[in-house]
């Protein structure tokens, strides 16, 4: 019956008629009933805490965008503010509508035609929610969340020079299309190259990728870097000889700053969030569960981003003569992006080691983007691209085998340098290559269609002139209020001479029609 395990009514029935009850049988249905429904309860009530805990996590994780936006407006120069945040708003809006028609299910989707490499259900969520799978709509939500993260990542890096309708197009097809792909292989339980595969994983072992270093970041890094590429860099950037052009650092250090604080918050879901459930009691202890994994993964995330700045201002110090607030500010993100893969199976002082190392991989790119003439207005390409595919090595390198087994389950491996041998390690190096493999094999292709349809990059005379002015109907600041003259009224019998203003207001078209209506 339900309530009790099989033999235990048999046994309850035992002990009622021993001590003498006569009707022990009823007595012993009725008393597993009560259990079944107590079971039922607080089953339904970890169904809503787990929810409750995924949706947070979803709202701190759409956060980043504002992060995202702040950011971008910051690190470009004030004549294409509106059109960077501009595309901040379509990368969510135009994933949206292409992760619900065809990325969830790319990424996710299970049936009858389950296969390592592309998902086959829950287009449009059709059959959701799907208790055989246990996804219900906040999961939807949260991996939403995720791909348009990515989508903003590529963004940054061809700022200030790329047509409106690029973004509609590589948006949607970034979200849709090449990101589900890679979070099938890695995240789905059919996936043939991550350790949450129940089978048939790589190596025996799978790559581990707990919130997505190699998905997220490497993905919509080095779709930036081919886009950036293809594109070119903005005009003036370089000289005709590949020396140094024009400083073209971002207006506002302060939206930098405001950003980078923003998407730190955001991390706290990005990271513990991608345990998903959070009322999962760990084997064999009473007081530790995934809300133990979920603190300590908020703490080498914290730890990696904090060691990645402190880095990143002495090194550049030390390059430079100068502590650089900006440059501090994309060591602390590349901190966060290395140590997304590991976040959960590390212990906080390896964290430290893989802030540590995420700085100078992200300040050696970026030695060597001037040297190639590669033009990455926000760094992007270099910070999640490089310091992710740094993050899934660290991994290789230091996954704890307690922390793996308590995230993953038993059968996957651990950290070269943990005793785990290097079947990890190999692993880790496969999803980097195959990250880099597919995206480029996608993300080419729809750039040089782009380019050789001239869909990608705006006009000379646009770029000049910047995108707010030609494509947005004015710019993001005003520095003065325009100046009216006095009404008709007013000025009748007074010697008004309007030439003794500083501006020219029968110049202004504004205020023509300003007079008219008076």
């Given at each position: 019956m339900a309530g009790c395990v099989e033999g235990d009514l048999a046994s309850l029935t035992g002990l009622l008629t021993a001590a003498g009850l006569s009707n022990a049988s009823f007595i012993g249905e009725f008393m597993c009933g009560k259990f079944?429904?107590?079971?039922?309860?607080?089953?339904?009530h970890t169904l809503a805490v787990d929810n409750i805990y995924l949706l947070f996590s979803t709202y701190l994780i759409f956060s980043m965008q504002i992060g995202f936006a702040m950011l971008c407006a910051g690190s470009v120069r004030a004549k294409n503010t509106m059109n960077i945040m501009m595309t901040n708003v379509l990368d969510a809006a135009a994933g949206g509508i292409s992760f619900f028609l065809f990325g969830f299910g790319f990424a996710f989707g299970r049936s009858e035609a389950n296969n390592g490499f592309i998902?086959?259900?829950?287009?449009?969520?059709?059959?959701?929610p799907n208790q055989t799978?246990?996804?219900?709509?906040?999961?939807?939500?949260?991996?939403?969340?995720f791909a348009i993260a990515a989508a903003g990542i590529?963004?940054?890096?061809?700022?200030?020079?790329?047509?409106?309708?690029?973004?509609?197009?590589?948006?949607?097809?970034?979200?849709?299309?090449?990101?589900?792909?890679?979070?099938?292989?890695?995240?789905?339980?059919?996936?043939?190259?991550?350790?949450?595969?129940?089978?048939?994983?790589?190596?025996?072992?799978?790559?581990?990728?707990?919130?997505?270093?190699?998905?997220?970041?490497?993905?919509?890094g080095i779709a930036g870097l081919w886009g950036a590429y293809i594109e070119g860099p903005r005009i003036g950037r370089f000289g005709s000889k590949g020396?140094?052009?024009?400083?073209?650092?971002?207006?506002?250090?302060?939206?930098?700053?405001?950003?980078?604080?923003?998407?730190?918050?955001?991390?706290?879901?990005?990271n513990p969030g991608s345990y998903v459930k959070i009322l999962v009691p760990y084997e064999g202890s009473s007081f530790e569960g995934n809300w133990t994994g979920v603190g300590r993964t908020g703490v080498t995330t914290t730890l990696a981003g904090c060691t990645a700045a402190l880095?990143?201002?002495?090194?550049?110090?030390?390059?430079?003569?100068?502590?650089?607030?900006?440059?501090?500010?994309?060591?602390?993100?590349?901190?966060?992006?290395?140590?997304?893969?590991?976040?959960?199976?590390?212990e906080p002082w390896a964290a430290i080691i893989c802030g540590f190392g995420a700085a100078w991989v992200l300040m050696g790119f970026n030695y060597l983007a001037p040297k190639l003439k590669y033009d990455d207005p926000l760094e992007a390409a270099q910070l999640h691209g490089g310091?992710?595919?740094?993050?899934?090595?660290?991994?290789?390198?230091?996954?704890?085998?307690?922390?793996?087994?308590?995230?993953?389950?038993?059968?996957?491996?651990?950290?070269?340098?943990?005793?785990g041998g290097g079947r990890l390690l190999a692993a880790q190096i496969i999803e980097i290559l195959v990250v880099i493999g597919w995206v480029t094999a996608t993300m080419v292709p729809c750039f040089y269609l782009l380019d050789r349809y001239k869909l990608l990059r705006i006009s000379p005379e646009d770029e000049m002139a910047g995108m707010d002015l030609t494509s947005h109907g004015g710019k993001a600041y005003y520095d003065e209020d325009p100046v009216l003259l006095?009404?008709?009224?007013?000025?009748?019998?007074?010697?008004?001479?309007?030439?003794?203003?500083?501006?020219?207001?029968e110049g202004s078209k504004h205020n023509r029609e300003m007079q008219q209506a008076i």
């Open positions: 079944a429904d107590v079971t039922s309860s607080l089953s339904t998902g086959s259900n829950f287009f449009g969520l059709h059959k959701m799978n246990g996804f219900d709509y906040s999961f939807f939500l949260f991996q939403w969340a590529t963004s940054g890096s061809i700022a200030e020079r790329t047509q409106f309708v690029a973004y509609l197009v590589y948006s949607s097809f970034l979200t849709g299309f090449v990101y589900p792909i890679v979070a099938h292989w890695m995240w789905s339980i059919d996936g043939w190259l991550g350790a949450a595969a129940v089978t048939n994983r790589l190596f025996g072992v799978g790559a581990i990728d707990f919130a997505g270093s190699g998905v997220v970041h490497m993905v919509g020396q140094p052009g024009m400083d073209m650092r971002g207006h506002n250090a302060s939206l930098v700053v405001l950003g980078s604080f923003l998407l730190w918050f955001g991390w706290f879901g990005f880095t990143t201002l002495f090194g550049r110090r030390w390059m430079t003569g100068h502590w650089n607030v900006l440059d501090v500010c994309n060591g602390l993100l590349g901190g966060f992006a290395a140590i997304t893969a590991g976040c959960a199976v590390v310091c992710g595919a740094w993050g899934l090595l660290f991994t290789g390198l230091f996954a704890r085998e307690k922390y793996v087994f308590e995230a993953y389950g038993a059968g996957r491996g651990h950290g070269l340098f943990m005793g006095p009404p008709l009224s007013v000025r009748g019998g007074q010697n008004f001479k309007a030439d003794s203003m500083t501006v020219s207001l």
